[in-house]
C-alpha cells in the first residue's frame, strides 16, 4: 500500500491563480481531511469529509473548496491564490471515524503565493 | 467548541534527562485525547491516544500521558529522552459528537548529546 498520497509535493503561485492539491490513500477509508500548518499555529483543520459525497468545513475553510466523488481521491481547490495560503498544507485519512480513529498523514505539499 | 493549548512552544533537554510536554484542553462534553510526532520534512505520526479506560497510556517507543479530567491535561512524559526523540509533538483532541480533529500549535523537542 502507497497510503496517503500528496501531490504536488512543492508548488508556487501567483497571486489571483487557481490550483488543486491532489490526495489520494489506497487504504478504503471513509475518513479524510485537510489541514494547514503554519509556523507557531499548529494544524489548522480546513475540510473533511466522512464518506465518498459528503464533506463539511473544518476551522479555517474560507478561500478553499472541496469534494469527495470517489472513496480514494479527496481534492483540495484553491480558486484564487492568496498570499495567506502560503502554507505547507497536509492530507490525512483514516478507516472510521475522525474523531477516534488513527489519522494517516500524507507527506505534505510546500505552497507559497508571491 | 474544543480548542488545545500547548503552553511550551520549545522543549531543551539532554539526553536521558526526563521530559515532560504539557497539552490542556476545553470542552464542555466528553473528548478523546492523542498525541502526534513530526520528525523533521515528515507528516504526522500518531503517538499515542486515549479514547476510554485507563488514564495512563502507553507508547511503544517510551512515552506515556495521562488524562486528568480535573485539570483537563494531557501531558506527555519520557523518563529519559534519545537524540532520535528529537521532533515536533502535536496534542489533539475531539469531541465525541463531532468528526473534526482539533490540533495545539505543537512543542518542538531539541534533544542535545
Known amino acids: 500500500n502507497a497510503g496517503v498520497t500528496q501531490t504536488p509535493k512543492f508548488q508556487v503561485l501567483k497571486t489571483g491563480q487557481s490550483m488543486t492539491l491532489q490526495c489520494a490513500q489506497d487504504?478504503?477509508?471513509?475518513?479524510m481531511s485537510w489541514y494547514r500548518q503554519d509556523p507557531g499555529m499548529g494544524l489548522r483543520l480546513i475540510h473533511y469529509?466522512?464518506?465518498?459525497?459528503i464533506t463539511d468545513q473544518g476551522e479555517v475553510p474560507n478561500g478553499y473548496n472541496v469534494s469527495r466523488s470517489t472513496t480514494e481521491d479527496f481534492p483540495l481547490r484553491l480558486l484564487s491564490a492568496a498570499p495567506s495560503q502560503t502554507s505547507v498544507y497536509f492530507c490525512?485519512?483514516?478507516w472510521g471515524r475522525g474523531n477516534t480513529d488513527t489519522q494517516y498523514f500524507g507527506p505534505g505539499t510546500r505552497l507559497t503565493v508571491l | 467548541a474544543q480548542s488545545v493549548t500547548q503552553l511550551d512552544s520549545q522543549v531543551p533537554v539532554f539526553e536521558e534527562a526526563p521530559v515532560e510536554l504539557r497539552c490542556n484542553y476545553s470542552?464542555?462534553?466528553?473528548?478523546?485525547l492523542f498525541w502526534y510526532v513530526q520528525y523533521p520534512n515528515q507528516g504526522l505520526q500518531l503517538l499515542l491516544k486515549?479514547?476510554?479506560?485507563?488514564?495512563l497510556v502507553e507508547s511503544i517507543n517510551g512515552f506515556e500521558a495521562e488524562f486528568n479530567k480535573s485539570q483537563t491535561s494531557f501531558h506527555l512524559r519520557k523518563p529519559s529522552v534519545h537524540i532520535s526523540d528529537t521532533a515536533e509533538y502535536f496534542c489533539?483532541?475531539?469531541?465525541?459528537?463531532?468528526?473534526?480533529?482539533?490540533f495545539g500549535t505543537g512543542t518542538r523537542l531539541q534533544v542535545f548529546p
Open positions: 490525512a485519512s483514516s
Open positions: 470542552s464542555s462534553v466528553s473528548v478523546y
Open positions: 486515549y479514547l476510554s479506560g485507563s488514564t
Open positions: 489533539a483532541v475531539s469531541e465525541y459528537n463531532t468528526d473534526k480533529l482539533i
Open positions: 487504504m478504503n477509508h471513509e475518513y
Open positions: 469529509s466522512v464518506g465518498a459525497g
